[in-house]
Protein backbone atom coordinates (compact mmCIF):
# COMPACT_ATOMS: atom_id res chain seq x y z
CA UNK A 1 0.00 0.00 0.00
CA UNK A 2 1.32 3.39 -0.68
CA UNK A 3 2.45 5.71 2.45
CA UNK A 4 0.21 8.19 2.97
CA UNK A 5 0.91 11.92 3.93
CA UNK A 6 0.06 12.91 7.52
CA UNK A 7 1.07 15.28 9.91
CA UNK A 8 4.82 16.12 10.83
CA UNK A 9 5.80 15.69 14.51
CA UNK A 10 8.31 18.77 15.77
CA UNK A 11 7.86 21.58 12.61
CA UNK A 12 7.26 24.75 13.19
CA UNK A 13 3.49 25.95 14.26
CA UNK A 14 3.45 28.39 10.59
CA UNK A 15 4.26 25.73 8.71
CA UNK A 16 1.92 23.14 10.27
CA UNK A 17 -1.05 25.89 9.92
CA UNK A 18 -0.04 26.10 6.28
CA UNK A 19 0.28 22.34 6.11
CA UNK A 20 -3.19 21.41 7.83
CA UNK A 21 -5.40 22.01 4.36
CA UNK A 22 -3.64 19.71 2.67
CA UNK A 23 -1.84 17.50 4.87
CA UNK A 24 -4.96 16.13 6.82
CA UNK A 25 -7.12 15.49 4.08
CA UNK A 26 -4.18 13.22 1.80
CA UNK A 27 -6.08 10.55 -0.01
CA UNK A 28 -4.79 7.52 -2.05
CA UNK A 29 -6.66 6.95 -5.47
CA UNK A 30 -6.59 3.44 -6.78
CA UNK A 31 -7.54 2.45 -10.09
CA UNK A 32 -7.26 0.01 -13.59
CA UNK A 33 -3.68 0.56 -13.75
CA UNK A 34 -3.91 -0.73 -17.84
CA UNK A 35 -6.66 1.87 -18.20
CA UNK A 36 -10.29 2.66 -18.89
CA UNK A 37 -12.40 1.98 -22.05
CA UNK A 38 -13.47 5.35 -23.51
CA UNK A 39 -16.80 4.12 -24.12
CA UNK A 40 -17.16 2.09 -20.63
CA UNK A 41 -18.66 3.78 -17.72
CA UNK A 42 -15.31 4.35 -15.65
CA UNK A 43 -14.68 4.62 -11.90
CA UNK A 44 -11.98 4.80 -8.95
CA UNK A 45 -11.72 4.14 -5.41
CA UNK A 46 -10.77 6.97 -2.98
CA UNK A 47 -9.62 6.55 0.55
CA UNK A 48 -8.91 9.32 3.07
CA UNK A 49 -9.83 12.05 0.86
CA UNK A 50 -12.11 15.45 1.21
CA UNK A 51 -13.52 17.77 -1.38
CA UNK A 52 -14.01 17.45 -5.32
CA UNK A 53 -11.63 15.35 -7.53
CA UNK A 54 -10.21 16.79 -10.59
CA UNK A 55 -9.07 15.10 -13.94
CA UNK A 56 -6.06 17.34 -15.49
CA UNK A 57 -4.67 16.46 -19.08
CA UNK A 58 -1.38 16.40 -20.36
CA UNK A 59 -1.32 20.20 -20.82
CA UNK A 60 -2.86 20.91 -17.29
CA UNK A 61 -6.56 21.61 -18.08
CA UNK A 62 -9.29 20.24 -15.85
CA UNK A 63 -11.33 18.38 -17.88
CA UNK A 64 -13.55 16.67 -15.63
CA UNK A 65 -14.69 18.06 -12.11
CA UNK A 66 -16.88 15.54 -9.60
CA UNK A 67 -17.70 15.06 -6.45
CA UNK A 68 -17.03 11.42 -5.00
CA UNK A 69 -19.84 9.37 -3.69
CA UNK A 70 -20.41 8.69 -0.05
CA UNK A 71 -18.17 6.58 1.72
CA UNK A 72 -18.97 2.78 2.85
CA UNK A 73 -17.21 0.58 4.80
CA UNK A 74 -15.03 -2.30 2.89
CA UNK A 75 -15.05 -5.31 5.29
CA UNK A 76 -12.53 -7.12 3.38
CA UNK A 77 -10.30 -4.18 3.26
CA UNK A 78 -10.98 -2.39 6.73
CA UNK A 79 -10.94 0.37 5.56
CA UNK A 80 -13.52 3.16 4.20
CA UNK A 81 -13.73 3.67 0.26
CA UNK A 82 -15.14 6.71 -1.56
CA UNK A 83 -16.07 5.31 -5.49
CA UNK A 84 -15.49 8.55 -8.09
CA UNK A 85 -17.62 8.07 -11.25
CA UNK A 86 -15.19 9.53 -14.37
CA UNK A 87 -17.59 8.03 -16.77
CA UNK A 88 -18.11 11.75 -18.50
CA UNK A 89 -14.17 11.34 -19.60
CA UNK A 90 -14.25 10.07 -23.06
CA UNK A 91 -11.15 11.18 -24.73
CA UNK A 92 -8.18 9.29 -24.94
CA UNK A 93 -5.18 10.05 -23.11
CA UNK A 94 -3.07 10.38 -20.27
CA UNK A 95 -4.62 12.20 -17.20
CA UNK A 96 -3.68 13.17 -13.69
CA UNK A 97 -5.92 12.84 -10.97
CA UNK A 98 -6.04 15.47 -8.07
CA UNK A 99 -8.17 16.71 -4.73
CA UNK A 100 -7.54 20.20 -2.97
CA UNK A 101 -4.60 20.65 -5.53
CA UNK A 102 -2.50 17.47 -4.74
CA UNK A 103 -2.08 15.32 -7.42
CA UNK A 104 -2.82 11.46 -5.99
CA UNK A 105 -1.83 9.98 -9.77
CA UNK A 106 -0.77 10.95 -13.19
CA UNK A 107 -1.18 7.43 -14.57
CA UNK A 108 -5.15 7.87 -15.49
CA UNK A 109 -5.30 6.24 -19.16
CA UNK A 110 -8.33 6.43 -21.03
CA UNK A 111 -8.41 4.51 -24.90
CA UNK A 112 -10.11 2.02 -26.89
CA UNK A 113 -9.50 -1.68 -26.83
CA UNK A 114 -8.27 -1.11 -23.63
CA UNK A 115 -8.10 -4.93 -23.11
CA UNK A 116 -6.52 -5.81 -25.90
CA UNK A 117 -2.76 -6.11 -25.03
CA UNK A 118 -3.75 -8.16 -21.58
CA UNK A 119 -6.12 -10.67 -23.24
CA UNK A 120 -3.11 -11.56 -25.36
CA UNK A 121 -0.70 -11.94 -22.37
CA UNK A 122 -2.99 -14.06 -20.32
CA UNK A 123 -3.68 -16.13 -23.28
CA UNK A 124 -0.09 -16.57 -24.43
CA UNK A 125 1.20 -17.63 -20.92
CA UNK A 126 -0.40 -20.94 -21.56
CA UNK A 127 2.31 -20.97 -24.54
CA UNK A 128 5.31 -20.28 -21.80
CA UNK A 129 3.55 -23.30 -19.89
CA UNK A 130 4.09 -25.74 -22.43
CA UNK A 131 5.56 -29.21 -21.08
CA UNK A 132 7.76 -31.36 -23.65
CA UNK A 133 8.59 -28.77 -26.00
CA UNK A 134 11.60 -26.31 -26.45
CA UNK A 135 10.34 -22.46 -26.54
CA UNK A 136 11.76 -20.77 -29.51
CA UNK A 137 13.07 -17.15 -29.09
CA UNK A 138 10.71 -16.30 -32.13
CA UNK A 139 7.90 -16.92 -29.77
CA UNK A 140 8.88 -16.83 -26.76
CA UNK A 141 11.65 -13.69 -26.72
CA UNK A 142 14.24 -13.76 -24.03
CA UNK A 143 12.00 -16.42 -22.03
CA UNK A 144 13.18 -18.96 -24.68
CA UNK A 145 14.31 -22.33 -22.88
CA UNK A 146 15.04 -25.50 -23.68
CA UNK A 147 12.05 -28.51 -23.55
CA UNK A 148 11.85 -30.16 -20.36
CA UNK A 149 9.87 -33.51 -19.31
CA UNK A 150 10.51 -34.79 -23.04
CA UNK A 151 10.20 -38.58 -21.94
CA UNK A 152 6.63 -39.77 -23.18
CA UNK A 153 7.28 -42.81 -21.35
CA UNK A 154 6.10 -42.95 -18.41
CA UNK A 155 5.94 -44.92 -15.45
CA UNK A 156 2.53 -45.97 -14.04
CA UNK A 157 2.51 -45.24 -10.49
CA UNK A 158 0.63 -47.98 -7.94
CA UNK A 159 -2.19 -45.65 -7.10
CA UNK A 160 -3.21 -45.92 -10.48
CA UNK A 161 -4.57 -49.85 -10.02
CA UNK A 162 -2.05 -50.77 -12.63
CA UNK A 163 1.55 -51.12 -13.91
CA UNK A 164 3.32 -50.96 -16.39
CA UNK A 165 3.51 -47.56 -18.82
CA UNK A 166 1.85 -45.03 -20.91
CA UNK A 167 2.84 -42.80 -23.30
CA UNK A 168 2.27 -39.36 -22.44
CA UNK A 169 3.84 -35.96 -23.22
CA UNK A 170 2.63 -32.27 -24.14
CA UNK A 171 0.07 -30.10 -22.21
CA UNK A 172 0.64 -26.95 -19.80
CA UNK A 173 2.39 -27.07 -16.59
CA UNK A 174 -0.44 -26.38 -13.95
CA UNK A 175 1.45 -23.75 -11.72
CA UNK A 176 4.76 -22.63 -10.43
CA UNK A 177 5.43 -26.37 -10.44
CA UNK A 178 5.68 -28.98 -12.97
CA UNK A 179 2.78 -31.09 -12.72
CA UNK A 180 0.08 -31.93 -15.11
CA UNK A 181 -3.65 -32.26 -13.33
CA UNK A 182 -6.38 -33.61 -15.20
CA UNK A 183 -9.21 -32.00 -12.41
CA UNK A 184 -7.07 -28.21 -13.25
CA UNK A 185 -6.95 -28.60 -16.49
CA UNK A 186 -11.02 -29.28 -16.43
CA UNK A 187 -11.85 -26.19 -15.57
CA UNK A 188 -9.24 -24.21 -17.11
CA UNK A 189 -9.66 -25.84 -20.18
CA UNK A 190 -13.59 -25.90 -20.72
CA UNK A 191 -13.59 -21.63 -19.61
CA UNK A 192 -11.04 -21.17 -22.83
CA UNK A 193 -13.28 -23.59 -25.08
CA UNK A 194 -15.89 -21.59 -24.15
CA UNK A 195 -14.68 -18.20 -24.99
CA UNK A 196 -14.16 -19.54 -28.35
CA UNK A 197 -17.26 -21.11 -28.87
CA UNK A 198 -19.29 -17.89 -27.81
CA UNK A 199 -16.73 -15.41 -30.21
CA UNK A 200 -15.69 -17.40 -32.77
CA UNK A 201 -15.47 -15.07 -35.17
CA UNK A 202 -13.13 -12.65 -32.93
CA UNK A 203 -11.00 -15.62 -32.53
CA UNK A 204 -10.58 -16.69 -36.19
CA UNK A 205 -7.95 -13.51 -36.66
CA UNK A 206 -7.25 -12.64 -32.90
CA UNK A 207 -3.10 -13.62 -32.77
CA UNK A 208 -0.24 -13.98 -30.28
CA UNK A 209 2.38 -14.94 -31.73
CA UNK A 210 2.63 -18.83 -31.21
CA UNK A 211 3.69 -21.83 -33.38
CA UNK A 212 0.77 -22.94 -35.83
CA UNK A 213 -1.29 -25.97 -35.32
CA UNK A 214 -2.47 -26.21 -39.10
CA UNK A 215 -5.36 -24.00 -39.83
CA UNK A 216 -6.73 -23.57 -36.52
CA UNK A 217 -7.04 -20.25 -34.85
CA UNK A 218 -4.32 -19.32 -32.30
CA UNK A 219 -6.51 -20.28 -29.36
CA UNK A 220 -7.82 -23.47 -30.72
CA UNK A 221 -3.93 -23.88 -31.16
CA UNK A 222 -3.37 -23.28 -27.95
CA UNK A 223 -6.06 -25.26 -26.40
CA UNK A 224 -5.40 -28.53 -28.43
CA UNK A 225 -1.68 -28.88 -27.11
CA UNK A 226 -3.41 -29.41 -23.84
CA UNK A 227 -6.54 -31.70 -25.20
CA UNK A 228 -3.58 -33.45 -27.13
CA UNK A 229 -2.05 -34.33 -23.40
CA UNK A 230 -5.92 -35.23 -21.77
CA UNK A 231 -6.73 -37.62 -23.99
CA UNK A 232 -3.32 -39.66 -23.14
CA UNK A 233 -4.31 -40.03 -20.01
CA UNK A 234 -7.35 -42.34 -20.41
CA UNK A 235 -7.45 -46.02 -19.73
CA UNK A 236 -8.64 -48.48 -22.35
CA UNK A 237 -11.48 -48.82 -20.09
CA UNK A 238 -12.67 -45.10 -20.01
CA UNK A 239 -11.33 -43.86 -16.86
CA UNK A 240 -9.08 -40.92 -16.44
CA UNK A 241 -5.79 -40.62 -14.57
CA UNK A 242 -5.60 -38.09 -11.76
CA UNK A 243 -2.20 -36.91 -12.64
CA UNK A 244 1.54 -36.98 -14.21
CA UNK A 245 3.72 -35.53 -12.09
CA UNK A 246 7.02 -36.56 -9.79
CA UNK A 247 6.57 -37.80 -6.23
CA UNK A 248 7.75 -34.52 -4.78
CA UNK A 249 7.66 -31.32 -5.88
CA UNK A 250 11.32 -29.78 -7.93
CA UNK A 251 13.50 -26.97 -6.57
CA UNK A 252 13.39 -23.87 -8.56
CA UNK A 253 15.30 -25.22 -11.55
CA UNK A 254 14.21 -24.72 -15.47
CA UNK A 255 11.81 -27.34 -16.81
CA UNK A 256 15.08 -28.98 -18.58
CA UNK A 257 16.40 -29.19 -14.98
CA UNK A 258 13.80 -31.41 -13.38
CA UNK A 259 15.34 -34.87 -14.20
CA UNK A 260 13.09 -36.71 -11.59
CA UNK A 261 11.10 -39.35 -12.53
CA UNK A 262 7.86 -39.26 -13.78
CA UNK A 263 5.16 -40.94 -12.52
CA UNK A 264 0.82 -41.44 -13.53
CA UNK A 265 -0.71 -41.01 -10.66
CA UNK A 266 -4.25 -42.20 -9.30
CA UNK A 267 -7.54 -41.95 -10.95
CA UNK A 268 -10.96 -41.15 -9.65
CA UNK A 269 -14.82 -40.14 -10.75
CA UNK A 270 -14.10 -36.75 -10.31
CA UNK A 271 -11.04 -36.63 -13.01
CA UNK A 272 -13.28 -38.75 -15.40
CA UNK A 273 -16.08 -36.68 -15.35
CA UNK A 274 -14.05 -33.29 -15.63
CA UNK A 275 -12.14 -34.90 -18.34
CA UNK A 276 -15.61 -36.32 -20.42
CA UNK A 277 -17.28 -32.10 -19.96
CA UNK A 278 -14.25 -30.91 -21.75
CA UNK A 279 -14.03 -33.56 -24.46
CA UNK A 280 -17.46 -33.15 -25.32
CA UNK A 281 -17.28 -29.15 -25.43
CA UNK A 282 -14.36 -30.27 -27.76
CA UNK A 283 -15.94 -31.87 -30.23
CA UNK A 284 -18.68 -28.97 -30.87
CA UNK A 285 -15.45 -26.32 -30.99
CA UNK A 286 -13.28 -28.50 -33.44
CA UNK A 287 -15.66 -30.37 -35.74
CA UNK A 288 -15.48 -27.44 -38.07
CA UNK A 289 -11.95 -27.54 -38.51
CA UNK A 290 -11.09 -31.39 -37.93
CA UNK A 291 -14.20 -33.70 -37.66
CA UNK A 292 -11.99 -36.76 -37.04
CA UNK A 293 -10.25 -35.25 -33.84
CA UNK A 294 -13.86 -34.05 -32.62
CA UNK A 295 -15.33 -36.95 -33.50
CA UNK A 296 -12.11 -38.68 -31.15
CA UNK A 297 -12.90 -36.43 -28.56
CA UNK A 298 -16.61 -37.01 -28.32
CA UNK A 299 -15.68 -40.96 -27.77
CA UNK A 300 -13.73 -40.44 -25.28
CA UNK A 301 -16.23 -38.24 -23.78
CA UNK A 302 -18.60 -40.97 -23.98
CA UNK A 303 -16.53 -43.62 -22.49
CA UNK A 304 -15.24 -41.40 -19.75
CA UNK A 305 -18.86 -41.18 -18.36
CA UNK A 306 -19.92 -44.74 -18.75
CA UNK A 307 -16.88 -45.32 -16.88
CA UNK A 308 -17.91 -42.76 -13.82
CA UNK A 309 -21.78 -44.14 -14.12
CA UNK A 310 -20.06 -47.53 -12.99
CA UNK A 311 -18.10 -46.22 -10.74
CA UNK A 312 -19.16 -43.18 -9.28
CA UNK A 313 -17.71 -42.82 -5.67
CA UNK A 314 -13.74 -43.31 -6.57
CA UNK A 315 -12.28 -40.62 -4.78
CA UNK A 316 -8.58 -39.32 -5.02
CA UNK A 317 -6.26 -38.68 -2.07
CA UNK A 318 -2.52 -38.48 -2.38
CA UNK A 319 -0.06 -41.56 -2.18
CA UNK A 320 1.86 -41.38 1.26
CA UNK A 321 4.43 -41.02 -1.27
CA UNK A 322 3.43 -38.75 -3.62
CA UNK A 323 3.16 -34.42 -2.28
CA UNK A 324 2.76 -32.94 -5.33
CA UNK A 325 -0.63 -30.61 -5.90
CA UNK A 326 -3.60 -33.07 -4.63
CA UNK A 327 -6.82 -31.72 -6.13
CA UNK A 328 -8.92 -33.85 -3.71
CA UNK A 329 -12.62 -33.92 -4.22
CA UNK A 330 -15.07 -36.55 -2.43
CA UNK A 331 -17.88 -35.31 -3.60
CA UNK A 332 -19.67 -35.43 -7.40
CA UNK A 333 -22.91 -34.62 -7.75
CA UNK A 334 -21.91 -31.17 -9.54
CA UNK A 335 -19.29 -33.59 -11.77
CA UNK A 336 -22.02 -35.77 -13.10
CA UNK A 337 -24.11 -32.63 -13.58
CA UNK A 338 -20.92 -30.56 -15.67
CA UNK A 339 -19.57 -33.38 -17.85
CA UNK A 340 -24.08 -34.97 -18.53
CA UNK A 341 -25.19 -31.78 -19.17
CA UNK A 342 -22.12 -31.10 -22.18
CA UNK A 343 -22.90 -34.70 -23.46
CA UNK A 344 -26.27 -34.03 -23.92
CA UNK A 345 -25.72 -30.64 -25.54
CA UNK A 346 -23.13 -32.22 -27.80
CA UNK A 347 -25.06 -35.30 -28.92
CA UNK A 348 -28.89 -35.05 -27.87
CA UNK A 349 -29.05 -38.24 -26.25
CA UNK A 350 -31.40 -37.24 -23.27
CA UNK A 351 -29.86 -40.27 -21.02
CA UNK A 352 -26.96 -37.86 -20.07
CA UNK A 353 -29.04 -34.69 -19.14
CA UNK A 354 -29.10 -33.42 -15.43
CA UNK A 355 -32.00 -32.21 -13.77
CA UNK A 356 -31.19 -28.52 -12.17
CA UNK A 357 -31.34 -28.95 -8.48
CA UNK A 358 -32.56 -25.57 -7.53
CA UNK A 359 -30.72 -26.07 -3.52
CA UNK A 360 -27.50 -25.93 -5.35
CA UNK A 361 -25.43 -22.57 -3.52
CA UNK A 362 -22.25 -23.37 -4.79
CA UNK A 363 -23.13 -22.34 -8.43
CA UNK A 364 -19.92 -20.46 -8.80
CA UNK A 365 -17.38 -22.44 -10.77
CA UNK A 366 -13.82 -23.05 -9.37
CA UNK A 367 -11.69 -26.39 -9.66
CA UNK A 368 -14.01 -28.27 -6.83
CA UNK A 369 -17.06 -26.58 -7.66
CA UNK A 370 -18.33 -27.57 -11.02
CA UNK A 371 -22.17 -26.97 -10.71
CA UNK A 372 -21.94 -23.77 -12.23
CA UNK A 373 -20.79 -25.06 -15.75
CA UNK A 374 -23.73 -27.35 -15.88
CA UNK A 375 -26.33 -24.14 -14.91
CA UNK A 376 -23.77 -22.50 -18.04
CA UNK A 377 -24.99 -25.14 -20.43
CA UNK A 378 -28.36 -25.17 -19.56
CA UNK A 379 -29.27 -21.45 -19.28
CA UNK A 380 -26.93 -20.98 -22.80
CA UNK A 381 -28.74 -23.90 -24.57
CA UNK A 382 -32.85 -23.49 -23.57
CA UNK A 383 -34.26 -25.04 -27.26
CA UNK A 384 -32.60 -28.25 -26.38
CA UNK A 385 -32.61 -27.91 -22.67
CA UNK A 386 -36.34 -26.97 -22.37
CA UNK A 387 -38.18 -26.43 -18.65
CA UNK A 388 -34.89 -26.52 -16.84
CA UNK A 389 -33.19 -23.20 -19.01
CA UNK A 390 -35.54 -21.14 -17.07
CA UNK A 391 -34.31 -22.73 -13.89
CA UNK A 392 -30.83 -22.39 -14.57
CA UNK A 393 -31.42 -18.53 -15.16
CA UNK A 394 -33.18 -17.74 -12.11
CA UNK A 395 -30.42 -19.21 -10.40
CA UNK A 396 -27.79 -17.27 -12.67
CA UNK A 397 -29.24 -14.36 -12.43
CA UNK A 398 -30.71 -14.29 -8.16
CA UNK A 399 -26.87 -14.33 -7.98
CA UNK A 400 -25.71 -12.38 -10.54
CA UNK A 401 -28.30 -9.24 -9.08
CA UNK A 402 -26.38 -9.88 -4.99
CA UNK A 403 -22.82 -9.54 -6.97
CA UNK A 404 -24.54 -6.81 -8.58
CA UNK A 405 -25.63 -4.82 -5.40
CA UNK A 406 -21.93 -5.66 -3.95
CA UNK A 407 -19.80 -3.54 -6.56
CA UNK A 408 -21.79 -0.55 -5.85
CA UNK A 409 -19.88 -0.34 -2.50
CA UNK A 410 -16.70 -0.64 -1.23
CA UNK A 411 -13.79 -1.06 -3.76
CA UNK A 412 -16.37 -1.83 -6.64
CA UNK A 413 -15.84 -5.41 -6.67
CA UNK A 414 -18.04 -8.33 -5.74
CA UNK A 415 -15.57 -10.64 -3.76
CA UNK A 416 -16.03 -10.16 -0.07
CA UNK A 417 -14.32 -11.34 3.35
CA UNK A 418 -15.04 -14.97 2.72
CA UNK A 419 -14.14 -14.96 -0.97
CA UNK A 420 -10.33 -14.11 0.34
CA UNK A 421 -8.85 -17.98 0.36
CA UNK A 422 -6.06 -19.39 -1.21
CA UNK A 423 -6.24 -18.32 -5.60
CA UNK A 424 -8.41 -15.24 -4.25
CA UNK A 425 -8.14 -13.28 -7.42
CA UNK A 426 -9.50 -16.67 -9.24
CA UNK A 427 -12.46 -16.10 -7.13
CA UNK A 428 -12.90 -12.81 -8.33
CA UNK A 429 -12.47 -13.79 -11.82
CA UNK A 430 -15.02 -16.32 -12.00
CA UNK A 431 -17.22 -13.86 -10.55
CA UNK A 432 -16.43 -12.00 -13.49
CA UNK A 433 -17.55 -14.65 -16.05
CA UNK A 434 -20.53 -15.38 -14.39
CA UNK A 435 -21.45 -11.93 -14.57
CA UNK A 436 -20.97 -12.34 -18.13
CA UNK A 437 -23.21 -14.86 -18.96
CA UNK A 438 -26.21 -13.03 -16.99
CA UNK A 439 -25.02 -10.06 -19.11
CA UNK A 440 -25.31 -12.54 -22.53
CA UNK A 441 -28.91 -14.02 -21.60
CA UNK A 442 -30.65 -10.70 -20.25
CA UNK A 443 -28.68 -7.85 -21.84
CA UNK A 444 -28.94 -5.43 -18.93
CA UNK A 445 -25.86 -3.19 -18.58
CA UNK A 446 -25.60 -3.44 -15.32
CA UNK A 447 -23.85 -6.99 -15.27
CA UNK A 448 -21.63 -6.21 -17.92
CA UNK A 449 -20.54 -3.23 -15.39
CA UNK A 450 -19.76 -5.11 -12.29
CA UNK A 451 -18.23 -8.12 -14.69
CA UNK A 452 -16.04 -5.16 -15.86
CA UNK A 453 -15.04 -3.81 -12.21
CA UNK A 454 -13.81 -7.30 -11.38
CA UNK A 455 -11.25 -6.19 -14.34
CA UNK A 456 -11.04 -2.93 -12.93
CA UNK A 457 -10.15 -4.59 -9.22
CA UNK A 458 -7.57 -6.82 -11.09
CA UNK A 459 -5.39 -4.23 -12.50
CA UNK A 460 -5.10 -2.47 -9.59
CA UNK A 461 -8.39 -1.15 -8.04
CA UNK A 462 -7.60 -2.75 -4.70
CA UNK A 463 -6.44 -2.31 -1.78
CA UNK A 464 -2.67 -3.21 -2.40
CA UNK A 465 -3.16 -0.56 -5.40
CA UNK A 466 -1.40 -3.01 -7.82
CA UNK A 467 -1.55 -5.00 -10.74
CA UNK A 468 -2.10 -8.41 -9.84
CA UNK A 469 -1.18 -9.41 -13.38
CA UNK A 470 3.02 -9.53 -14.64
CA UNK A 471 4.31 -7.23 -17.03
CA UNK A 472 1.43 -5.24 -16.67
CA UNK A 473 0.19 -1.78 -14.71
CA UNK A 474 2.30 0.67 -12.72
CA UNK A 475 3.11 -1.18 -9.99
CA UNK A 476 3.25 -5.18 -11.20
CA UNK A 477 4.16 -8.77 -9.28
CA UNK A 478 7.95 -9.24 -9.70
CA UNK A 479 8.94 -12.20 -8.08
CA UNK A 480 6.06 -14.56 -8.86
CA UNK A 481 6.04 -18.51 -7.32
CA UNK A 482 7.02 -19.92 -10.88
CA UNK A 483 9.93 -21.70 -10.94
CA UNK A 484 10.45 -20.71 -14.98
CA UNK A 485 10.35 -16.96 -13.86
CA UNK A 486 13.06 -17.88 -11.23
CA UNK A 487 15.69 -20.35 -12.38
CA UNK A 488 16.04 -18.33 -16.20
CA UNK A 489 18.32 -15.40 -13.69
CA UNK A 490 16.00 -12.37 -16.41
CA UNK A 491 14.91 -9.86 -14.21
CA UNK A 492 11.12 -9.29 -15.60
CA UNK A 493 8.79 -12.48 -15.12
CA UNK A 494 6.90 -13.50 -18.01
CA UNK A 495 4.60 -11.40 -18.57
CA UNK A 496 0.49 -11.88 -18.50
CA UNK A 497 0.50 -14.20 -15.26
CA UNK A 498 -2.32 -14.07 -12.54
CA UNK A 499 -1.16 -14.25 -9.06
CA UNK A 500 -3.41 -16.22 -6.40
CA UNK A 501 -3.88 -12.79 -4.76
CA UNK A 502 -4.39 -11.81 -0.97
CA UNK A 503 -5.82 -13.77 1.23
CA UNK A 504 -5.10 -14.53 5.22
CA UNK A 505 -4.33 -18.21 5.36
CA UNK A 506 -0.03 -17.84 6.11
CA UNK A 507 0.09 -21.37 4.66
CA UNK A 508 3.91 -20.33 3.01
CA UNK A 509 4.64 -18.60 6.76
CA UNK A 510 7.40 -20.42 8.73
CA UNK A 511 10.75 -20.69 9.45
CA UNK A 512 12.49 -22.69 6.79
CA UNK A 513 14.58 -21.02 4.45
CA UNK A 514 12.45 -21.52 1.55
CA UNK A 515 9.47 -20.16 3.80
CA UNK A 516 7.86 -16.49 4.30
CA UNK A 517 8.60 -14.21 7.00
CA UNK A 518 4.87 -13.05 8.68
CA UNK A 519 3.12 -10.88 5.50
CA UNK A 520 -0.32 -11.10 7.56
CA UNK A 521 -2.20 -8.13 8.03
CA UNK A 522 -4.88 -9.36 9.98
CA UNK A 523 -6.55 -7.86 7.13
CA UNK A 524 -7.64 -10.31 4.04
CA UNK A 525 -7.17 -8.24 1.33
CA UNK A 526 -3.90 -6.84 1.93
CA UNK A 527 -2.51 -10.28 3.55
CA UNK A 528 -0.28 -10.71 0.70
CA UNK A 529 3.67 -10.43 0.08
CA UNK A 530 5.34 -10.40 -3.44
CA UNK A 531 7.96 -12.96 -3.25
CA UNK A 532 9.09 -16.39 -4.78
CA UNK A 533 8.53 -17.96 -0.99
CA UNK A 534 4.87 -16.86 -1.26
CA UNK A 535 2.75 -20.02 -3.01
CA UNK A 536 -0.08 -19.13 -1.08
CA UNK A 537 -0.53 -15.60 -2.49
CA UNK A 538 2.16 -15.00 -5.10
CA UNK A 539 1.45 -18.47 -7.18
CA UNK A 540 0.30 -18.79 -10.69
CA UNK A 541 -2.13 -21.38 -11.97
CA UNK A 542 -3.51 -22.27 -15.47
CA UNK A 543 -6.90 -22.01 -13.72
CA UNK A 544 -6.70 -18.84 -12.20
CA UNK A 545 -5.33 -17.69 -15.75
CA UNK A 546 -8.35 -18.73 -17.41
CA UNK A 547 -11.38 -16.29 -16.20
CA UNK A 548 -8.71 -13.18 -16.24
CA UNK A 549 -8.40 -14.45 -20.05
CA UNK A 550 -12.51 -15.28 -20.69
CA UNK A 551 -12.72 -11.90 -19.31
CA UNK A 552 -10.24 -9.47 -20.82
CA UNK A 553 -10.99 -11.01 -24.16
CA UNK A 554 -14.92 -10.71 -24.00
CA UNK A 555 -14.93 -7.49 -23.24
CA UNK A 556 -13.00 -7.15 -26.18
CA UNK A 557 -14.98 -8.86 -28.34
CA UNK A 558 -18.55 -7.76 -27.05
CA UNK A 559 -16.72 -4.22 -27.81
CA UNK A 560 -15.88 -5.14 -31.60
CA UNK A 561 -19.22 -5.62 -32.17
CA UNK A 562 -19.80 -9.44 -30.90
CA UNK A 563 -21.81 -11.46 -29.19
CA UNK A 564 -22.23 -15.63 -28.61
CA UNK A 565 -24.96 -16.52 -30.74
CA UNK A 566 -27.57 -17.81 -27.86
CA UNK A 567 -27.34 -13.93 -26.56
CA UNK A 568 -30.44 -11.83 -26.52
CA UNK A 569 -30.64 -8.61 -29.03
CA UNK A 570 -28.39 -5.32 -27.83
CA UNK A 571 -25.55 -7.43 -26.54
CA UNK A 572 -22.63 -6.46 -29.32
CA UNK A 573 -21.65 -3.21 -28.15
CA UNK A 574 -20.80 -1.93 -31.55
CA UNK A 575 -17.56 -2.06 -33.60
CA UNK A 576 -17.06 -3.24 -37.20
CA UNK A 577 -19.72 -5.80 -37.31
CA UNK A 578 -22.54 -3.61 -35.77
CA UNK A 579 -24.97 -2.12 -37.69
CA UNK A 580 -24.76 1.49 -38.76
CA UNK A 581 -27.16 4.54 -39.73
CA UNK A 582 -27.01 4.69 -43.38
CA UNK A 583 -26.29 7.96 -45.04
CA UNK A 584 -28.03 9.72 -47.85
CA UNK A 585 -26.81 12.16 -50.33
CA UNK A 586 -30.23 13.07 -50.14
CA UNK A 587 -31.80 14.75 -46.99
CA UNK A 588 -34.09 12.18 -45.45
CA UNK A 589 -36.89 13.59 -43.05
CA UNK A 590 -36.42 12.80 -39.59
CA UNK A 591 -39.41 10.10 -39.56
CA UNK A 592 -37.51 8.12 -41.96
CA UNK A 593 -33.96 8.38 -40.50
CA UNK A 594 -32.23 5.44 -38.75
CA UNK A 595 -32.53 6.51 -34.67
CA UNK A 596 -30.81 4.57 -31.51
CA UNK A 597 -33.41 3.48 -29.01
CA UNK A 598 -33.18 2.33 -25.38
CA UNK A 599 -34.96 0.69 -24.38
CA UNK A 600 -34.76 -1.14 -20.31
CA UNK A 601 -30.81 -0.37 -20.59
CA UNK A 602 -30.82 -2.17 -24.07
CA UNK A 603 -29.89 -0.33 -26.98
CA UNK A 604 -31.41 -0.54 -30.65
CA UNK A 605 -31.84 0.89 -34.11
CA UNK A 606 -35.38 1.93 -35.20
CA UNK A 607 -35.84 2.24 -39.47
CA UNK A 608 -38.83 2.53 -40.92
CA UNK A 609 -40.53 1.42 -38.03
CA UNK A 610 -38.56 -1.59 -37.63
CA UNK A 611 -36.08 -2.48 -35.06
CA UNK A 612 -32.55 -3.94 -35.35
CA UNK A 613 -29.99 -5.25 -32.48
CA UNK A 614 -26.90 -3.99 -33.06
CA UNK A 615 -25.25 -6.78 -35.41
CA UNK A 616 -28.59 -5.70 -38.34
CA UNK A 617 -30.72 -8.76 -36.89
CA UNK A 618 -34.15 -7.63 -36.91
CA UNK A 619 -35.78 -7.95 -33.32
CA UNK A 620 -39.24 -6.32 -34.29
Excluded at 319 to 326: E, F, H, I, K, Y
Aim: proline content about 5%.
Amino acid sequence: MQVKFGLKQFIPLAATVLSLATAATAATAYINQVGYRTSDPKEFALTEGNGDIEIVDAAGQTVLKVAPKAATYWNPGAVNVQLVDISELKAPGTYSIKQGGQVLRSDLKITDKVFEDVAKASLKWYYYQRASMALEETYAGQWKRAAGHTNATVELHKSTGASGTIQSSKGWYDAGDYGRYIVNSGITTYTLLSLYEHFPEYFNTFKWNIPAEGTLPDLLAEIKYNLDWMLTMQASDGMVYHKLSTLQFPGDVMPAKDTEKLYVIGKGTAATLDFAGVMAAAYRVYKPFDATYATQCLEAAKKAYAWALQNPKVAFYNPMDVATGSYSDGEFSDEFAFAGMELFISTGDASYKPTIDENKINIVPAWPEMYGLALYGAATHATEVGADAEKAKSMLLSFANEFVNESSKGFGVVISNDDFVWGSNAVAGNQGVFLLYAYYITGEQKYYEAAKKVMDYLLGKNPLDMSFLTGFGTKSPMMPHHRPSTADKITPPIPGMLVGGPQPGGEDIGSQSWECKDYKTGVPATSYIDNRCSYATNEVAINWNAPFAYIASALEALNAGHAPSFAVPGVAKGGTSAIRPSIARNRVSVEKAPRLRFDDQKVFIEKNDKRFDLKGHRVK
